[in-house]
Structures are given as C-alpha cells and as structure tokens.
C-alpha cells in the first residue's frame, strides 16, 4: 500500500508539473461531428442516424423497449434481464449491499453469495430501482414564464412554479406497476431545454447473486481504468411487487451470444454530469483551480488512508478503509485524466474550434447575436471573479466531510455557532454539535495534520488561519497538540463539557474556527453567487446552442437514462495494440504473473481452474460507446436487443471524456455475457439463474431446478 500511494505521488506530480500556465492549442485542429458525444437522450431519440449508420430500423418502439428494460439504480445503472425481474448490473455497484445482507460471519462480499431458491433472495434495506415510465418535453412552459420576468429572483420563482405545476399534473396520471411514482425535471444543454422524467420506483429489490470480491474487482486499482481487463465485476437482483412476488416487466433484454470485433453495441445507463458545453474560459478555471485542488486533496487523503490501515490494519478493517480508498483511488484516476486532458493541444484546439463555430452561428443570426453575443464574456469575467476564491476553494473542500475531513474542526464549527446562538436556536445549534461522531484517533490525526497543512498550501504560512492553526509548529505537530488540549478532540468529552456548561469559546478548536469562520461564509456566499449567475448565462447559451443545433448535439450527461452506440473495436497503445476481447487464460496469467499478490489474488475454489470452465472464453470486450460515471452496470445490447454485456469501466484514454469524446483513443470495458454463463454453470452450479436468462423457465426452488437438468 506504500508503495501504491507513492507511484500515486509522483503521476499526481508529473501531471501538476507539466501542466502549463493556462490551455494550449495545436494549430489547425478541428471540432469532429462527435465531440460533444454520443450520449442521446431518449426524447431526441437518433432515429436517423442509427437506422443509415447501423443499417436496422431504429423505430420508436425499437426506443421504447431499450428505455423500459434499463434501470436506475443507486449510483449506477442495470436492467431486466427476464420476465420476472430479475436485473443484471456490476458487482461493484452493489458491492456495499452484499456486506449489508451478510448474516453472522457469512462474510458474504469476499465469498460471494448464490440464493438457489426464490425465498434465499434477500432484501436489500433502503434499495431501490428506477425504471423511466415516459417523458415530456416542458421546455416552451418553463421559457414562456421565465421570458416574463423583469429580474433573476423572478426567472428563478417563475421557473419553480412551472415546474411544482407540471410536477403535480405528471403525479396525479394513474400507473400501475412500481410501488410509487416520481417526477424530476431534467435541465439538457446546461438549462437550455427541460424535460419531465416519470419514474416508476420499486423499493423491494433482493440480492439474487454476487461473485467474490476477488472475481468482482479482480486487479484492484491498479488495473482500475486500464485495459486489457479480467474482472467478473457481474451481479443479480430481483425486483418484487408489491405483494412480494417477483415483478413481470413487459419488456426486458433477452441473453445474447456475445458480439465479434465491428459489432455495433448500444450501451444505456446513467451518465454522470459531464462538462463538454463548457466555454473555454470555464474550462481554464477547471485547469487552473478546481483540478489542481481536487488532485491535492485526494492524494493526501487517500495517503492518510493508507499510511492509517497500514498502522492499524484491524481497526482500519473495522471503519471500511478499504471502500473509502477505493473510492478515492477512482476519483484521483479520473480527476488526473481530466487535468492531463486539458494539457492536451488537440483536444483544447477542437474545443476552441468548436466554440468559435458556435459564435459564429449566433453572431451571424441577427436575433441571435441581440439576445447571447455577450454571454461568452460574461462566464469569462465570472471566472475571474471566481479565481480570487482561489485560496478557500483549496483549502477548505470537503471539510464538512464526515468520512474524510477532521471531526474535530467540525464540532469546532459547531461550537462556534452554538456558544453565538440566541436562546430560541440554541437547541438546534447543540445537536449539530453533539451529532458528530468520533474517527479513529490516528485517522483523525492524519485528517487535521492534512487540513493545517491546506491551510499553509493556499493561504501561506503568515495568513492569520494558518498562525491560528499552527502556533509556530508543524502541521503534524499542530495536530498532536490540537488533539490533546481540546475539549473537542472527543464526542464524549464534547458532550460532557456542553451538559455541564462547560465548554468555552477559549478552547483552541474553536479559536481555530474563529478565525476560520469569516473566511469560509465569505467564500461560500461570493462564490455562491457568482456560481448561480455562471449556471444562468450557461443555460441561456444552452438555449441559443441548441437553436444552432438541435438534437444533433448531445447533451452533457446528467445521471439521467442515455443511450449511446459504438462498435466493437480495438486500439493502439503504447506501441502495441489492445486486443477487443480477453479471455480466462489472461486471469491466470495475471493470477501467476503476479504470483498471487492482493490485487491480483483468487478465491481458493478458482486457484486451480474449475473443470469444465473454457479459459479461452472471452471476459472482457472493449467498444467505442461513449460511457461514463454513472454507466457501470449498463447493459451493452446489439440491434434485436439481447444483452451482450455489463459496462464496468473505463480505459486510461477515455478519461478525457469529461470534456470531449474521442472514439479513436477511449474505450468502455465491459463484462463478456459469454464469461457470465461460463461461471454459472460450471463454477457456480446456479443452474436456476442460468435457466431464466436462457429459456425463460423460471425455477422457485433448487429442486424444480434439478429436476429440469434431469
């Protein structure tokens, strides 16, 4: 794990340190068809160009059936995959549930679990699946009341009321099915279009099948983002009605027999919110604030992480680090393609084109020009604006984070407030203050000793926060000495000194927020506000892109349902080429290559290969389909509709797709169906999955099961 955080270090340095001052363009580079993605929304459905590209009719009802078998669920994506709803999706998706439905000492996520019985299914608590029931375009509603308002609160009140109204005519439509229904109304291009998703929601969804930790997430991180890729990152869920029978969707994806290279594929999911409308000026302040603060705080948090389970392995074990680390280790990855993205001439040269296309077209249309030629300048000089918050941006992110900030400086804010409360908010102030809960000692330490450590980083060592916090030691030092002299450093000190009455505004915790108190309401309001206004000119420019544009365009993604296509292809890296499909003999080459380290280990029953398991079966499959966070478990269909894979990932090049979409390098890794019946059947024996994803029989116990095979 040291080791890990280390090479973490030194890519995280390379990337701040060859990044320039501001973007650089290559000359001569120009915006593709496809930059803005292919992440289509399924109310500009592409018709058209499915149909000529892919040479079947891409109807509606063709459009209809792929959006009525996909699902939301939380954080990620699935889909029915039988007629009694039964749901395929990412092992990494419900990786946290299979801990939470574990029984005694079942250890069920690194074991793995196989319910043979329709009444072995177990209810995951507090879960649910969303399946979008229909849509409405509201957009002309929302515009005509917002066109009439003389002021921006009066944009913003007009917008609210329209939406409240089309939220409560959408509820009272009676429909059968889900437990309950929902509205969200989904704002396309940044706010220039709106439309109004109806879900159905079904909250009784049970475990049906995972595999083991080590099969699910097979590598670790350091494969995490990369390809070739040999992960079973595959589980089941069932959806239940609300008598508890197994729900009987009318559409659902039936179980293909894998694709070859050139297939066309058709992955939908849940995108989350991507940033390739942004302006030029927004993205220099993405590269020169928002990137370099997200890569400091994530590396140093994610080395207090392991520098902690590396000194407390059991207690660490106890709190999840390991969850936490993956966590952070994904989003580090990510955000450090982001920045090296944005370190790339061609791509900032093809946003510049792009961007320059888009003026031109408003300039050159007379009402146009009147109502958005000045809104390239306005977000420009908001960035500046912005850039002078520079300083609490870094030093403060996250810090109201229970799970990766210091608790200790957060009661200290509490505190703040509830010795200044008057009589009548005092109560409120004191359960805020009592609610936070202790991290383990060392965790803590680390977390403070980081946060001093922000604090001198963006402020400089002379700033009256960072003397305050310092008091002329080192960070480390400054965090010890916090520790043990402040009545907060504990939830039960902290409650016994506030019952007694006890607790004083001279304790250096709450000298510390003193001091950071002022600095923080300041940036959080300013920033505030000049982040609202940013977000009204960007959809006033969503309105006159999409006026230029149409559908054409796709839309930044917005962790709404999205289907996008691509075709089963290879790529060059690295001065070789990445083959479209892996097999089980590249597992065991990695396995044995390794010799077994913990990335890389197998559950004992896999150390040996399994009789009767084909090791040339292919695992892992790469395509050009344009996926993101919010994609993983998203089912990968061919043209009639059968499911060939489970998205679970992303390669290294296809990181720059928060900001533009490059077919040619990025690739989403995906989970072969091919690999899925393999271990099924002849690792698993979950014969009774096998038979409903295949033939449509649907076995309530493991006996009607064997009976059938017999």
Known sequence: MKTKTILYSVLLAFVVLSSPTGLSAQEGERAGRFDAGKMWTFEYAPSDYFTETYGFDANEAWFERARMAALRIPGCSASFVSSNGLLATNHH??????????????????????????????????????????????????????????????????????????????????????????????P???????????????????????????????????????????????AFLRVYDLDGEPYNPEHFFGWGDGVREGDPVFVIGNPGPTSRLTTMAQLE?????????????????????????????EEAEAFDVRNRMF????????????????????????????????????????DLETQFAAIFDEIAEIQVAKMVYGAPYGAFRSITSGVYSSATLRRAGAALRYLSAPADSESVYREWLLAVND???????????????????????????????????????????????????????????VNAGRLEASDPAIQIAGRMAPLYTEYLREFGALSRREREL???????????????????????????????????????????FTTFFGLYNRYYAHEGAFDWALPEQWQTPPEGLDLGTPLNFVSTADTYGGNSGSPAVTPDLKLVGLNFDRNMEGLSRDYIYLPERGRNVMVDVRAIRAVLENVYE?????????????????????????
């Not at 014969?687 to 009607?704: H, K, M, P, Q």
């Open 93 to 186: 998706c419900v990786r946290g549930r299979v801990a939470q439905v574990s029984r005694g000492d079942e250890g069920l996520l690194d074991n793995g679990f196989y319910a043979s019985t329709l009444e072995d299914e177990r209810r995951i608590p507090g879960y649910y699946a969303d399946q979008l029931l229909a849509i409405e375009d509201i957009s002309d509603e929302v515009f005509e009341a917002m066109d009439v308002a003389d002021s921006e609160e009066g944009r913003d009140a007009a917008r609210a009321e329209v939406i409240a109204e089309v939220r409560d005519r959408l509820l009272s439509v009676e429909r059968n099915g889900p437990d309950s229904i929902w509205v969200q109304i989904v």
């Open 188 to 234: 396309l291009y940044n706010g220039g279009r709106y439309s109004a998703y109806t879900f159905g929601r079904f909250t009784d969804v049970r475990l049906v099948f995972a595999v083991e930790l080590q099969l699910g997430f097979f590598g670790g991180d350091p494969d995490n983002f990369t390809y070739p890729r040999y992960a079973l990152d595959f």
């Open 285 to 313: 302040f993405q590269h020169d604030v928002v990137l370099p603060a997200s890569l400091n705080f994530l590396d140093t948090r994610l080395n207090a992480l392991a520098e902690y389970w590396q000194a407390e392995p």
């Open 327 to 366: 966590g952070l280790s994904n989003s580090l990855k990510a955000s450090t393609g982001r920045l090296a993205a944005l370190n790339t001439p061609v791509i900032i040269a093809r946003r510049q084109d792009a961007e320059n296309n888009l003026r031109t077209a408003i300039v050159e249309d007379s």
């Open 439 to 497: 991290l383990p000692r060392d965790l803590e330490r680390r977390y403070l000793t980081e946060r001093f450590k922000d604090f001198e980083r963006y402020y400089g060592s002379n700033h009256e926060l960072t003397r305050a916090a310092l008091r002329g030691m080192s960070p480390a030092a400054a965090a010890e000495n916090l520790l043990a002299n402040s009545t907060l450093a504990e939830a039960g000190l902290t409650a016994a000194a």
């Open 538 to 580: 960007a959809a006033e420019l969503g309105r006159a892109r999409f006026e230029v544009y149409g559908s054409e365009l796709a839309p930044d993604a917005t962790f709404s349902p999205r289907i996008t296509d691509g075709v089963v292809k290879p790529y060059s890296y690295n001065g070789t080429v990445a083959p479209p």
């Open 686 to 710: 979950a014969d009774r999955i096998v038979a409903e994803i295949t033939t449509g029989r649907f076995y309530r116990t493991e006996a009607e099961a064997d009976a059938a095979q017999e």
